[in-house]
């Protein structure tokens, strides 16, 4: 009799094998093994911290401001803190050398053709213009500071009868067929124009015989009006242009404001309200009443210190370890108006020697050091983690933090920041891990 054999298919079987498999690894593991690798003393532990902050308003009315790519002129009243009254000396290089006149040159209009940067401070009204040579020469070589005094022979180079003068760095020039661009043209005396079409001829061989002729300018605002405009004098767009004609044809000539011109920006201040102590020369520093002030247009700047450090430091010199440190700044709202709104970024740098600002440990980190100004929040914050981490480890025991602005020579704008005192006070957040 045959017999019939019931078998499995092999591939049932594989099928099975695979959900037995599953299943017990599936299965919780009945031991330890694994665990306890990391002992619970070492898990990081996190904990939170404020740290106060003492502030001083420091003037700082000795910035350095030679070779800038941006020269000021005007004047402009500033809420909250004063007056600023800008200008800048800059020497004028040949556009080229050994160039000839031609036959009985005769000067027919000759302008200081200023270039707009597009940035302007306060409201523009017009004002009058002064330019004059300069005594002493400039030197690419030195350094200059905005507090300097500028010694001019007292020649008045601007054409009275066209003063004052429209301040528009949004309008285009146009003269006849030729697009000047957005410039501000300082209309000079046509005499002195003649006077240098008369010079020798070597003076004009090169630009050291022209600069022991013209040392340089001085360009400010003589009266009237408010306003400051931002000019450019580093890219040779802004010069002195002389038009002409002689026997034969008509021409014009230009003196330019290169990147090789020796320059320097300056400032002067007369201060109102709760800085108006900084008009008395012997005072440098003001407290921190509720408020703290920068100032750019080498106005002021604010000062710090972290109160309590020396706490976070371990008898065994094992110091507290900063996984972060936040430096939040309340901005005094509301105190700008349209014309004044608050500085787009605030540097944090530490106080060299001579006064010359130097980078702190978060300029150089991966990490960037913040500073730009919030204005959800409106506060500034800056990533100090390894600042405070150096101060803590007593790494920078001497050096003194500051707050400034980000274009300190090249702009006039300000903002007054929540003091230790004020109603939302500016404090130091740290992250720590033990």
Known sequence: MKRTLNRIHPTVCFFLGCLLLGASGCTKPTTDIGLGIQPEAEVLQLSLDTVPVVFQTVRQDSLETDDLSTGLVGRCFHPRFGTVDASFASQLR?????????????????????????????????????????????????????????????????????????????????????????????????????????????????????????????????????????????????????????DTDTSFYDFAISPLSARVNLFEQDWVGELGAFNDPSVSTLPDDGACYVMSGSGCKTNLDFVGLEAYRGDDGQNATVLRAELVMPVVDPWFNKSFGPQDQLFLLMEGADDVSLPTPDQTAPIPVGGEYDRAANAYRFNLTSTVQALINGELADQQLEVVSSRAGISISGVVLQGAMGETPSELYLTLGE
Request: proline share 7%; no cysteine.
């Open 94 to 246: 040949l556009s080229a050398t050994g160039i000839d006149f031609g036959s009985n040159p005769v000067a027919d209009s000759m302008h200081l053709v200023l270039r707009y940067t597009g940035d302007w401070y306060g409201t523009l009204r017009p004002q009058t213009f002064s330019v004059q040579p300069l005594v002493d020469s400039l030197s690419l070589d030195s350094a200059y500071f905005s507090n300097r005094n500028v010694s001019t022979t007292g020649v008045e180079w601007v054409d009275g009868a066209q003063m004052p003068l429209e301040l528009d760095p949004l309008s285009t020039t146009i003269l006849g067929d030729d697009t000047l661009g957005q410039v501000l043209r300082v209309p000079l005396q046509p005499s002195i124009a003649q006077e240098i079409l008369d010079l020798p001829a070597s003076t004009f061989a090169g630009n050291t015989p022209w600069l022991n002729h013209l040392p340089g300018l001085l360009v400010r605002r003589e009266s009237g009006g408010q306003g400051a405009v931002a000019i450019d004098i580093s890219t040779g767009l802004s010069v002195m242009r002389i038009h002409y004609h002689n």
